[in-house]
Nanobody, 125 residues
């Protein structure tokens, strides 16, 4: 069982930056691919970024955030990060961290077994 706790959300002006963190419990963090998803009001949950358990250089991003967001992980701290730069009002959403064991980075929410509670990100124009 893996428990995930997100933090770092908040209110920021357009063009600003935020860094989200997701702390994972347990001793198997290194065996888990980690993903970030988001859900805006009235919309379906969508993929943001993922990082493979196998290599921190194996990442995937949605087209809407590529070049602005960076996902990374610190296995010593059991934590995955999402650095968000050049934020836009359309990035406003609840951001969720997710985990799946021994699977390559995947954009499909149904591939993930564990989810955090989410953290709100609001970007004002």
């Amino acid at each position: 069982q893996v428990q995930l706790v997100e933090s770092g959300g908040g209110l920021v002006q357009a063009g600003g930056s935020l860094r989200l963190s997701c702390a994972a419990s347990g001793r198997t963090f290194t065996r888990h691919t980690m993903g970030w998803f988001r859900q805006a009001p009235g919309k379906e949950r969508e993929f943001v970024a993922a990082i493979s358990w196998r290599s921190s250089s194996a990442t995937d991003y949605s087209n809407s955030v590529k070049g602005r967001f960076t996902i990374s992980r610190d296995n010593a701290k059991n934590t995955v990060y999402l650095q968000m730069n050049s934020l836009k009002p359309e990035d406003t959403a609840v951001y969720y961290c997710a985990a799946v064991e021994l699977r390559e980075a995947t954009p499909l929410s149904t591939d993930y077994d564990y989810w955090g509670q989410g953290t709100q990100v609001t970007v004002s124009s």
